[in-house]
């Protein structure tokens, strides 16, 4: 197990490596930020102090290096828009984002596995086909379409949610979240709803599929001769057979939920870091961009790895080299 991991972690260090240089050089193509920043009767001797103090003089492999340099420090450099540590303005929207995604998180694990395993063992019903069309807009229908959509219908027209903003922010144990309050769960419920939306179609599809493969087991037919009910032969014998492919795709959804909320919360006006990222884009604020690209990567390569460590929870069959 010592080797799988050390193994790992040396693979995690490289892909890192290889995304901060790619996420770098891509990043400095996309504009100049130094005109963002300077007023437009700029003379040209103070557009190049506003160049020499960003470090924009330098030539790309050289500006790399100091970022490198920099992030084993823990620096990933200064905000070209907030004037603050780079790390230290995603780190004031993290939980926003977070609450978002747990919210999620929650709604599309609970509604995924009790739609997925009725649709799968009562196939011909018209309330599974019901679902499966469902799922099929789930997955075809925009997010940014379905958000609007949402507000639409449930805060302009019922005028039963808020229809943008992070709502009142709770306290519990030092933390201080809109999960905590009324109106704060209030304006989650929206956004959540939208960002899990597509999640539960797509694993309400495969948990199907798994459950109808999974019925037709031999050790399904003898836990029913034993007399087993059919809510233990769904849920404690089926289910946990179906798991392995669910996880999978279940880990990475969890992964683009913190990383790609950008839309969702564009749409609801969430003072979060997807919606920071677009704001960073549009004024060039590279450190920004790049600290929030390395982020996300170091994201998913601690999700693939937690995922290998569950498939041995799930299954101890499973080994992993």
Not at 86 to 108: D, H, N, Y
């Amino acid at each position: 197990m010592l080797k799988v991991l050390i193994k790992r972690l040396l693979q995690m260090i490289l892909v890192l490596l290889i995304v901060s240089l790619i996420v770098f050089v891509l990043s400095s193509m996309i504009g100049d930020p130094v005109s963002l920043m300077v007023p437009e009767n700029a003379s040209p001797k103070e557009i190049q102090a506003a160049r020499e103090y960003l470090g924009l003089d330098k030539p790309v492999y050289i500006q790399y290096l100091i970022f490198m340099k920099n992030v084993v420090n823990g620096n990933f450099g200064r905000s070209y828009r907030y004037y603050q540590p780079a790390m230290k303005v995603i780190l004031e929207r993290v939980p926003a984002t977070l609450e978002i995604v747990l919210l999620s998180v929650l709604i599309t694990g609970a509604l995924s596995v009790i739609f997925g395993v009725y649709s799968g063992a009562y196939p011909k019903r018209s309330s599974s086909k019901a679902i499966m069309t469902f799922s099929i807009m789930g997955i075809s229908l925009p997010s940014f379409w379905l958000g609007m959509m949402m507000i639409f219908v449930f805060s302009i027209h019922f005028g039963w949610l808020p229809p943008s903003g992070r709502g009142q922010l709770g306290s519990f144990l030092g933390i201080k979240s809109s999960l905590f309050t009324l109106d704060g769960l209030k304006h989650l419920l929206l956004p959540a709803i939208t960002l899990s939306l597509g999640n539960i179609a797509t694993l309400i599809r495969l948990i199907r599929a798994g459950m109808q493969e999974t019925l037709k087991q031999d050790f399904i037919k003898y836990a029913r001769s034993k007399g087993v009910s059919q809510k233990d032969v769904l849920y404690r014998h089926a289910l946990p057979n179906t798991l392995i492919p669910v996880i999978t795709i279940f880990g990475l959804q969890v992964g683009e939920l913190i990383a790609f909320t950008t839309i969702t919360e564009t749409v609801f006006a969430w003072p979060g870091i997807g919606k920071l990222l677009i704001d960073s884009i549009y004024s060039v604020d590279k450190p920004i961009i790049v600290s929030y690209l390395m982020i996300v990567s170091a994201m998913f390569v601690v999700i693939n790895f937690l995922v290998d460590i569950a498939y041995i929870i799930v299954d101890p069959r499973i080994s992993i080299k």
